[in-house]
C-alpha cells in the first residue's frame, strides 16, 4: 500500500465521482479506477459501490477513512515541517466556511494572506454551520468558521459578536419604528434560512417562546433579502451580509440584545499543521 492510493480513494470520496477525481488530481479517469481497486484488493476488502447513480461507501470504507485521511494529513504535516526547517512555508489548507463570511471577510484575508505565504495554497468548502462542524470534526476541513457554541469535540477561538437584524419591505408599516419587537413579527409571513443556517433565528423566537409564521426557508441569504424587498415576507439576518447589500430594504434593530457569535474552529488547536496553524493565526489578527 502507498500513500497515493489513500490521496486518489479520498479524492473520488470528497468529489463523489472518479471523473472528478481525475481532473483534480490530473490523472485519467483508468488510473484513479486502477488506484482504487489497487487499494482494495491490498485490503482484502471492497470499499467503493460503483453504481448508476454514483460511488458510495461501504461499512468497511466508512470505517477506514478517517484513518486514511489522517495518515495523508500526517504525511502533509511532516513535509510541511521540513519546509519550515529548510525556511520554507508551504501546504494546502482547507477551510469551512459560510456566506457572510465568505463575502465580507475571506476575500480581504485571502488577498493580504496570499502576498505574505504565496507558497501555501487555500482551499473554501461552503457549507451551513452543522456541515462545517462535521467537516472539522472528521478531517475533512484543517479549520473552519462556526456559529457558538459549536460542538464540544472542537476546539474554538471566539472572534466576533454582531448584531441580529430584522430585514422588512422597504415601505413596510413598521418602518417608522426605530426598533422592531418580536412579537411584532408573529402576524407576518417569515422567511427563514434553511436548516444549518437558522440557529441564531429560531434562538431568539424561543427565548420568547414564539412561533413565527415560516412561509418559505432557504439558505441563501441574497434569495432571501430578494424576497423581502418583493413584499413576500420579513425575516432576521445577521448584521454582516447585510452591510452594502445591493436591496431596497427597511433593516431595523430588533428590541433586544440579540447577536450571533462567530469563532474559527479546529479538531486540535495544539496539533494543526503547520500550514493550518499560520492561516488561523493570520486570520485571528486580520479580523480583530
Known sequence: MNLFKYKVFLSVVETGSFTKAGELLN???????????????????????????????????????????????????????VDLIKGLETGTVKIGTFSSVSIQWLPGIIHKFNEQFPLIELKLLDGNYHEIENWIASGEADFGFVNLPALDVLEVVPLKKERMLCVLPSNHMLREQTTIRVDQLLDESFIM??????????????????????????????????MVQNGLGVSIL??????????????????????????????????MAPAAKKCMNFIAEWIR
Not at 460503483?50 to 486514511?68: C, P
Not at 436591496?247 to 479546529?266: F, K, T, V
Open 27 to 81: 490523472l485519467t479517469q483508468s488510473a484513479i479506477s486502477h488506484a482504487v481497486s489497487g487499494l482494495e484488493h491490498e485490503l482484502g476488502l471492497t470499499l467503493l459501490i460503483r453504481g448508476r447513480s454514483g460511488i458510495k461507501l461501504t461499512s468497511n470504507g466508512e470505517r477506514l477513512m478517517k484513518h486514511f485521511r489522517e495518515i495523508v494529513q500526517m504525511n502533509e504535516r511532516l513535509y510541511q515541517e
Open 193 to 226: 434560512p434553511a436548516s444549518g443556517c437558522d440557529t441564531d433565528v429560531r434562538r431568539i423566537f424561543s427565548q420568547h417562546k414564539l412561533a413565527p409564521k415560516i412561509k418559505y426557508e432557504l439558505e441563501d441569504d441574497h434569495a432571501i433579502m430578494a
Open 238 to 271: 445577521p448584521e454582516m451580509i447585510l452591510v452594502q447589500n445591493p436591496y431596497e430594504l427597511c433593516i431595523r434593530p430588533l428590541d433586544g440584545p440579540y447577536s450571533r457569535s462567530i469563532g474559527i474552529a479546529a479538531a486540535s488547536l495544539k496539533n
